[in-house]
Structure formats: C-alpha cells, structure tokens
C-alpha cells in the first residue's frame, strides 16, 4: 500500500457516520485537527487546574472563618443573676447598674465618656457586660466542615470534656471584628487598626508611585531619546520589576526608615519630639511600597501608551501642536484606561506584601488607629502573619477572617479601580 | 512690492534615514497658489519629499538632511526655527484618515485651540467644515464621533481640521488613496476650491489625478545609481509633463510604458 492510500484510509477512519469530508487525497487535515484539539484540552485542563486551586484556597479559608467553639466563662454568669433572672433577661437599667458597681468608677466613667450609657442600646451594654465581666475564653475550636459534620460528636465531647461550658456555633468574622482594634483575647480582637494601617499605606503608595510612574513612562516614551543611556535605564526598570520584595524593604528601611527619619517620622514638620522621632511610619512604608510597584507601574503605563497609535501623534504634529500638547491631549486620554488596569495590578500586589513591611517596622502590638501618615501602623497582612505565628488555633481562625476581609478590602479596591478605567475609557 | 512667487525653493536637498539616501539633490520651487503634483513610481521618495516640507520627518527617528529647504526665503532647517512653528503654517493631510477620537465638532476645536484661537469657535468650525465641503453631511451629527463617518467623509474632516489652523501650505500625501471614485472626486474639486487661498502639494499615485488638479508636476524616479536614492527627474507645468515631457523615463511613466 502507498503512503497516499495509507493517508486516505486513516481519513475514511477518523470520519463519523453521516460525515461528508471533502478532502484530497493528500490532505493531512485531519492531523491538524488532532494536533489543535490536543492543545486545545491542554489549555482547558490548565485552566482547570487553576480553577481548583483557587476553590480550595477559599474552601479552606471559609472552614476556617465559622465553626463550633468552646467558650468558658471566667466568672460564670449565673453569679450575675437578679432575683433568679438570668443576664440575658434582664433590662438595660439592670444591666448598666451592674457595670457601675462590677467596674472601677474610673473604668466605668470612661466607657460613659466614650458613648453615654443613654446613646447605648440595651444590646450594646448586654455585649459590655459580657466583655468585661463575663470575659469568655476559647478553650477549642472545629471549622466549618467538621461542625456540620461531626457536630453530635463535637456537642457529647464538649459535654464531656468541658462541662459547664458554652459550646456555641459562632462566625469568627463579624461587624465588632473588624470595628474593634487589636486585643490579647481572641475573643474581643479585632482588625480595625490594621485595615486603617492598610488604607492609610495605600494611599500613600498611590498618590507616590502612580504620578511618578506614569511620569516616568510619559518621559521614557514620548520625550527620551533612543541613545545607549535611555536604554540602560530601560533594561534595569524591567529587570528592578523582578527583584524581591524583601529588598524593597531593606531599601525602604535604610532610606526612608533610617537616612530620611526626620521627614517620615514627621520631625521636620514638628509634630514629634525629635529626641523621640522614629521613621518607622506609615509614611515610610507607602514610600516603600511605593518604590515596590513603581517598576510595574512605569513598565504597564508605558506598553499602554505605546498602544497609542502614531497616527494621532501624527495628526496631532501635524497641526502644529507641541509635544505637551499631544501627550497631554491625544497620548494619555487614550492610553489611560490601559495605565488603570496597570495601576490596579500592581497596587492589588502591594496590598497584600508582607515582607517589605515587617523589614520597615510594622508593629503587630497596636491598638491606636493611624491618624496621619507619620503614625505607627500596622497592617492586614502583618496581622494575618503575625496571628497564623500564634500556636492557639483561635488565632488561625481569626487569621481566616482577616484574609476574608482583606480579599474583600483587595476586590473592593479593584473595583473602584475598573469603574474610573470604564468612565475614562475612550467614548468614541 | 514684489510678490515672491515661490513658496518654497529647494537647494540641494538630501534626505536620509540614517545611512540611507532617500532622495538626492532635489532643486524645485513651488509656486504659491498653485497645486502642485509629486508622482512617481512606489518607493521613490515621494512621501519623503513632501514630508520635509514641514519637517514632519523629524518624527522618524535618526533622519537628516543636507541642503536646504526656503519658505518665503527662510531656512527651514535654521538652529533658530522651531518646527512646531513650521507645521503650524504648512498643514499636511495623511494618506490615511486619522480623525482624533473624539466628536466632529472636538477635532477641528482642538486644532484651533492649541493655537490660542480666541474668537467665535462655533463659527470657525463651521466655516472649516464648508471649506472641506463637509458641513452639510455632518451639521446634525457634529457631536458624534470622528470615527463614526465614512472614510470620504473622515478624510474631508481631516482637510477641515488643517484649515481650522488657518495655515498657508497644505501638504497631501495620497489624500484619496483609500476613498472611492465619488469621494475623490469631491476631494479634487475641494482643491481646486482650496488654491484661491492655500499652496497646495500633493503626492499621488494616480496620473489622471495628476492631470486634472494639478497646475504643475514634479516627477520623481530612481536616479538609478548604486544607492538607489530618488530624486525628481523633472519639473515643469503639468500640461507639458503629460504632453510633451523632455525626459524619457516621463513619457514612458506618464503614458504608462514603465517598467
Ligand atoms: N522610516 C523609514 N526608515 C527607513 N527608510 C525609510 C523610511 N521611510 C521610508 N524609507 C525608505 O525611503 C525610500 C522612500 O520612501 P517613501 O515612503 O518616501 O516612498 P514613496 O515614494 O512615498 O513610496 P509610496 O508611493 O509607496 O508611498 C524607500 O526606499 C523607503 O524604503
Ligand atoms: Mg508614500
């Protein structure tokens, strides 16, 4: 048999009944078609793969964020019982009038300063009562999974192991847990310090690195000349893209941190006490965030505005305009949409470093909201760090729900950031 | 008070990309009020040619030219000009259309605006938009978009958006390549409207267009040599060009024998 006949065989085999193939006898279609088909299941099963793996980080994230726990009571609150009514019963005059003669006078007066006990709902001085007086500990904990599972299980062994004690099914991430700061019990900690460490860097990060990368990228393409200096410059912006991040924070701690202590510590504009004066701030740390994703930042805006097709730089010359004129009127319009999604990129990264932050200085032992770019700070992710450290497994579950709002803080960024890039996206 | 009837004179022209010679000593003088034709076969430097009329060139990187090119009797290529200043009184039109992306109205405002255009603007767009015998096709529509008209019709806009800057000199590079036997024919006359007030050059591929519009014809050829530069072979009123040429690589491009 010839190679030719051998050819149309294999084609008559790979047809399906009802087929009609128009095909020359020397047609290797149907060895391109398999050849495209295999890479076509390559490509959908990588896909898959990434699919999978992202479902199983956020499964495990969600069994961590709810479940059963085991609380007890330091001082049990039948103790607290009026007249044979239990706390949960009782009025909120009840229930104020407990606070004052359990608390200090001094403790009591400042909760009365921080929101009168009138403002106060009754709910609101019931979870008083129960933080200060009752003060619950975790003794143990299950995620979610197992809770749904196994809870027969869960409820005879807490019965059996921790009697008198509450077993409740509770979500680690709730309204008080991101409203209420850092505390020693995981009970009542909270991450509002660190998600306004987080915003407050942001910013800082973006107002530095977004002018001057797309400053830088304006420069680079549409004023620099193509000499050997120019591309060096290229070449290293490129190359500082891949350094690790840990070194942007060395970088950050000997130049913002140390050498420029008197400016990021807020010295300079006499709002600290030099003597005292330290550079570890929330100002440096967004510097150096800033210095992070600057390379992105340049490299993206620049590939959006060489997207801008010459013919608009043409017909912008063309007309006599100057080279501001065209950048400012023809070139960034039309490349703006293109440096956003960039930006957005590259600040969606930053949110979430760890490293650079704890080389800068973050401290995990704060409990005093960042109140200018020159306070000490902390972050999401140090906090997530620092937590998933602790060996108690409460920490890990409170560290779940932190990585759930800090997901949440990251998509809620990015959408802002798609909504600006579709109104400035081109109307024409 | 004499009139200086040329617009432009050229001496000794050399334009080069990088090593490169383009186009070779290139001596002729365009006369003002006048269209005038560059032809030639593909790849012989026309678009070069035009494109040093107003320095536009200088966008290619690592061009230059030796020789110089006089607009009323000054050097363009002087230290002291300044080129933008060169292109805002000699305009030039693209082969291709290429309206901003932005509403009708925009792209010829934009124009006159980066110039410091003080007075009515509506009516400066109109008088550009009759001038490129556009206003009637987009008077309900100017703020729609550039990109959104035919391509006769975007190119029309870019001839409006030229004039808006009320410059002396318009420069074509095949302005109707890309359009339509109507839509060129529309172009042709808008010229021949054009030349009462503007010096027109105008490169195109097509010698009946040559013909027609144009008063007089530079013809551009390979020069033959090692370095295959172009340069213009000849230069004279177009009727003569196309009836009684002197050089016989004319006669035969014009009758169509080339090649
Ligand atoms: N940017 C450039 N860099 C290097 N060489 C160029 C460049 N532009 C044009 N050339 C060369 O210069 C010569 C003349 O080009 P030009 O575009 O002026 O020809 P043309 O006569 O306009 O051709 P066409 O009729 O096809 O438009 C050609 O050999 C071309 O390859
Ligand atoms: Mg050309």
Same mark, same amino acid.
């Given at each position: 048999?010839?190679?030719?006949?051998?050819?149309?065989?294999?084609?008559?085999?790979?047809?399906?009944?009802?087929?009609?193939?128009?095909?020359?006898?020397?047609?290797?279609?149907?060895?391109?078609?398999?050849?495209?088909?295999?890479?076509?299941?390559?490509?959908?099963?990588?896909?898959?793969?990434?699919?999978?793996?992202?479902?199983?980080?956020?499964?495990?994230?969600?069994?961590?964020?709810?479940?059963?726990?085991?609380?007890?009571?330091?001082?049990?609150?039948?103790?607290?019982?009026?007249?044979?009514?239990?706390?949960?019963?009782?009025?909120?005059?009840?229930?104020?009038?407990?606070?004052?003669?359990?608390?200090?006078?001094?403790?009591?007066?400042?909760?009365?300063?921080?929101?009168?006990?009138?403002?106060?709902?009754?709910?609101?001085?019931?979870?008083?009562?129960?933080?200060?007086?009752?003060?619950?500990?975790?003794?143990?904990?299950?995620?979610?999974?197992?809770?749904?599972?196994?809870?027969?299980?869960?409820?005879?062994?807490?019965?059996?192991?921790?009697?008198?004690?509450?077993?409740?099914?509770?979500?680690?991430?709730?309204?008080?847990?991101?409203?209420?700061?850092?505390?020693?019990?995981?009970?009542?900690?909270?991450?509002?310090?660190?998600?306004?460490?987080?915003?407050?860097?942001?910013?800082?990060?973006?107002?530095?690195?977004?002018?001057?990368?797309?400053?830088?990228?304006?420069?680079?393409?549409?004023?620099?000349?193509?000499?050997?200096?120019?591309?060096?410059?290229?070449?290293?912006?490129?190359n500082l893209a891949g350094v690790p991040s840990i070194i942007y924070g060395i970088l950050g701690?000997?130049?913002?941190?140390?050498?420029?202590?008197?400016?990021?510590?807020?010295?300079?504009?006499?709002?600290?006490?030099?003597?005292?004066?330290?550079?570890?701030?929330?100002?440096?740390?967004?510097?150096t965030?800033?210095l992070l994703?600057?390379p992105?930042?340049?490299?993206?805006?620049?590939?959006?505005?060489?997207?801008?097709?010459?013919?608009?730089?043409?017909?912008?010359?063309?007309?006599?305009?100057?080279?501001?004129?065209?950048?400012?009127?023809?070139?960034?319009?039309?490349?703006?949409?293109?440096?956003?999604?960039?930006?957005?990129?590259?600040?969606?990264r930053?949110?979430?470093e760890t490293a650079p932050?704890v080389v800068?200085?973050?401290?995990?032992?704060?409990?005093?909201?960042?109140?200018?770019?020159?306070?000490?700070?902390?972050?999401?992710?140090?906090?997530?760090?620092?937590?998933?450290?602790?060996?108690?497994?409460?920490?890990?579950?409170?560290?779940?729900?932190?990585?759930?709002?800090?997901?949440?803080?990251?998509?809620?960024?990015?959408?802002?950031?798609?909504?600006?890039?579709?109104?400035?996206?081109?109307?024409? | 008070? /004499?009139?200086?009837?040329?617009?432009?004179?050229?001496?000794?022209?050399?334009?080069?990309?990088?090593?490169?010679?383009?186009?070779?000593?290139?001596?002729?003088?365009?006369?003002?009020?006048?269209?005038?034709?560059?032809?030639?076969?593909?790849?012989?430097?026309?678009? /070069?040619?035009?494109?040093?009329?107003?320095?536009?060139?200088?966008?290619?990187?690592? /061009?230059?030219?030796?020789?110089?090119?006089?607009?009323?009797?000054?050097?363009?290529?002087?230290?002291?000009?300044?080129?933008?200043?060169?292109?805002?009184?000699?305009?030039?039109?693209?082969?291709?259309?290429?309206?901003?992306?932005?509403?009708?109205?925009?792209?010829?405002?934009?124009?006159?605006?980066?110039?410091?255009?003080?007075?009515?603007?509506?009516?400066?767009?109109?008088?550009?938009?009759?001038?490129?015998?556009?206003?009637?096709?987009?008077?309900?529509?100017?703020?729609?978009?550039?990109?959104?008209?035919?391509?006769?019709?975007?190119?029309?806009?870019?001839?409006?958006?030229?004039?808006?800057?009320?410059?002396?000199?318009?420069?074509?590079?095949?302005?109707?390549?890309?359009?339509?036997?109507?839509?060129?024919?529309?172009?042709?006359?808008?010229?021949?409207?054009?030349?009462?007030?503007?010096?027109?050059?105008?490169?195109?591929?097509?010698?009946?267009?040559?013909?027609?519009?144009?008063?007089?014809?530079?013809?551009?050829?390979?020069?033959?040599?090692?370095?295959?530069?172009?340069?213009?072979?000849?230069?004279?009123?177009?009727?003569?060009?196309?009836?009684?040429?002197?050089?016989?690589?004319?006669?035969?491009?014009?009758?169509?024998?080339?090649?």
């Open positions: 048999m010839t190679a030719k006949e051998n050819r149309k065989k294999r084609i008559e085999s790979s047809m399906r009944p009802g087929d009609t193939v128009l095909y020359s006898p020397l047609s290797n279609l149907s060895a391109r078609n398999r050849l495209g088909r295999t890479w076509q299941l390559v490509f959908l099963s990588s896909t898959i793969i990434g699919i999978l793996a992202l479902t199983a980080l956020l499964l495990n994230i969600l069994d961590r964020s709810f479940g059963y726990v085991v609380l007890h009571a330091k001082v049990d609150p039948a103790t607290f019982a009026v007249d044979g009514l239990p706390l949960e019963e009782q009025t909120k005059d009840q229930l104020v009038s407990l606070l004052e003669t359990e608390l200090s006078s001094g403790a009591f007066n400042k909760l009365n300063n921080e929101k009168s006990f009138e403002e106060r709902s009754r709910a609101e001085v019931y979870a008083l009562v129960i933080e200060r007086l009752v003060k619950y500990e975790v003794e143990e904990t299950w995620p979610l999974f197992e809770s749904i599972t196994n809870s027969g299980e869960i409820k005879a062994y807490a019965a059996q192991e921790y009697p008198g004690d509450k077993l409740t099914f509770i979500s680690w991430l709730t309204a008080d847990f991101i409203s209420r700061p850092q505390s020693s019990e995981a009970v009542t900690a909270g991450i509002r310090t660190a998600i306004l460490g987080s915003l407050w860097t942001i910013l800082i990060t973006i107002l530095f690195a977004f002018p001057m990368g797309v400053g830088a990228a304006i420069y680079l393409e549409e004023y620099a000349a193509d000499n050997w200096m120019n591309r060096v410059i290229r070449t290293n912006i490129n701690l000997a130049i913002f941190v140390r050498v420029l202590e008197k400016l990021t510590s807020g010295a300079v504009f006499g709002l600290v006490d030099p003597t005292t004066a330290n550079g570890r701030t929330i100002l440096s740390a967004g510097l965030l800033g994703v600057l992105v930042i340049i490299i993206n805006a620049q590939e959006a505005i060489r997207a801008v097709p010459q013919s608009l730089r043409k017909a912008s010359y063309g007309l006599g305009a100057t080279r501001w004129q065209t950048v400012w009127s023809h070139v960034l319009p039309n490349a703006l949409p293109g440096i956003l999604t960039g930006t957005i990129l590259a600040i969606s930053a949110i979430g932050l800068v200085g973050a401290s995990t032992a704060i409990s005093m909201d960042p109140s200018s770019p020159f306070s000490k700070f902390t972050a999401l992710p140090i906090q997530i760090y620092q937590w998933t450290a602790r060996p108690q497994e409460e920490w890990r579950h409170l560290a779940a729900a932190a990585i759930v709002v800090l997901l949440a803080l990251l998509l809620s960024l990015n959408a802002a950031a798609i909504f600006l890039r579709n109104r400035f996206a081109r109307k024409y | 008070m /004499t009139e200086i009837n040329y617009v432009f004179e050229t001496h000794g022209l050399n334009i080069f990309y990088g090593n490169f010679l383009a186009v070779a000593d290139v001596n002729i003088n365009i006369p003002r009020h006048k269209i005038t034709a560059i032809i030639g076969p593909s790849g012989c430097g026309k678009s /070069t040619l035009l494109r040093a009329f107003n320095r536009m060139n200088e966008l290619v990187p690592d /061009t230059h030219i030796h020789g110089e090119v006089l607009f009323e009797g000054q050097n363009l290529y002087e230290k002291s000009v300044d080129p933008v200043e060169v292109r805002y009184r000699i305009g030039m039109v693209f082969q291709k259309p290429n309206p901003f992306p932005k509403s009708i109205y925009e792209n010829v405002a934009w124009a006159a605006r980066i110039h410091g255009h003080k007075g009515n603007m509506d009516e400066l767009v109109e008088s550009s938009l009759r001038q490129a015998a556009l206003w009637d096709e987009v008077k309900d529509i100017l703020h729609s978009s550039g990109l959104a008209i035919s391509g006769g019709q975007q190119q029309r806009l870019c001839i409006a958006r030229a004039i808006a800057v009320k410059p002396e000199v318009i420069l074509m590079d095949e302005p109707a390549s890309a359009l339509d036997p109507i839509a060129t024919l529309k172009i042709e006359e808008l010229m021949q409207e054009l030349k009462q007030k503007y010096t027109i050059v105008i490169v195109t591929h097509n010698m009946q267009q040559a013909a027609r519009v144009s008063d007089h014809t530079a013809m551009m050829m390979l020069n033959g040599g090692a370095t295959r530069s172009g340069t213009v072979i000849e230069f004279d009123e177009t009727n003569k060009i196309f009836t009684r040429p002197t050089d016989k690589r004319t006669e035969d491009y014009v009758t169509g024998r080339f090649g």
